[in-house]
């Protein structure tokens, strides 16, 4: 490989794992507190579709993220009523808001498939962006992509060094102790559960505004299901979420170089490669279920039911 290639390469990675980082987050956020959320590919594709309409018709894109995060707040909210205030089963009810998500989106965005926008356009950076190799790759991009940097480092900061963090720390190992001791846990739980639909929104407004400038039914391509396999993978640690999410973008992007080499393979068979690498981490993982369980917040998708 030339050094432009590689440079490529790695810019198209930290664009790539941009949604994931968002997704991620915010689900690791709301497992932090007890509440598991299979719903982020819903979310994801209800954010998508939000925000590339509210574009078309405000023609900001600001006004589109923010649309984007609102839209899947509105589906957290609905998870959150169910699943904490009405103590539904988590997994049951966060399967049943993928299905809805996947299926309001596609009604709601049916006039506007196949209509292209400019998209959020990267920033230039004086100097910095200048810069040989590392210039492209860590200043020329969108927003978006340095929003997701700054959310990672103050959630990185929020369970390490916060109060806050302790607190739904607290209320994802032992929900009873906590009430007992004064922290709102159905508060906490409902927070950390907006933030995460917030989060998810955001990566469905970069796909829609900034990866793909477009809207497309089920563009999500499975995201919301490797963000939460990347929580798992993490050990429910940002930093380890970050990386993780840079491995998928970078198996991604690897598949559409070797379709540009002289590898036979059927390109379907190479698209799959970032998933199969999922798959076999996830596998890895699994080995060593003490570990894991050990890692894992104790009260994930158990419902608090308050005696008061």
Not at 100 to 123: C, D, N, R
Not at 212 to 236: D, H, N, Q, Y
Request: aromatic share 10%.
């Amino acid at each position: 490989m030339d050094i432009d290639l590689i440079t490529n390469v790695l810019y198209a990675t930290l664009r790539t794992g941009t949604p994931l980082i968002m997704i991620a987050l915010g689900e690791m956020v709301c497992e932090k507190s007890g509440v598991l959320n299979l719903g982020q590919e819903g979310m994801l594709l209800v954010g998508a579709v939000v925000g590339f309409i509210a574009v078309n018709i405000t023609g900001s894109y600001s006004l589109g993220v923010v649309f984007a995060m609102l839209g899947g707040c509105a589906m957290a909210m609905l998870f959150g009523w169910m699943s904490i205030t009405l103590a539904t089963n988590q997994i049951a009810t966060g399967l049943a808001l993928t299905i809805f998500g996947g299926g309001l989106s596609a009604f709601i965005g049916a006039s506007y498939v196949g209509i292209g926008l400019e998209g959020i356009q990267p920033i230039y950076i004086p100097w910095l962006s200048d810069l040989p190799m590392i210039g492209k790759i860590l200043f020329q991009h969108d927003p978006l992509v340095y929003l997701s940097f700054v959310l990672f480092l103050i959630i990185y900061w929020v369970f390490r060094s916060s109060r806050l963090g302790l607190n739904i720390r607290a209320v994802g190992e032992n929900p009873e102790a906590a009430n007992a001791i004064g922290i709102p846990v159905q508060a906490i739980r409902y927070g950390a559960v907006l933030f995460g639909g917030a989060m998810t929104g955001m990566a469905g407004a970069y796909l829609s505004l900034v990866y793909t400038p477009m809207w497309t039914e089920g563009m999500s391509a499975g995201r919301g299901w490797i963000a939460l396999a990347l929580v798992v993978f993490a050990s429910w640690k940002a930093e380890r979420i970050l990386l993780g999410a840079w491995l998928f973008g970078f198996a991604s992007i690897l598949h559409l170089v070797l379709q540009g080499t002289r590898f036979e393979i059927h390109p379907n068979i190479m698209a799959t490669m970032p998933y199969v690498a999922t798959i076999l981490v996830l596998v890895w993982l699994s080995s060593d279920a003490i570990k894991t369980r050990m890692s894992a917040p104790r009260s994930i998708g158990q419902p608090f039911r308050p005696l008061n």
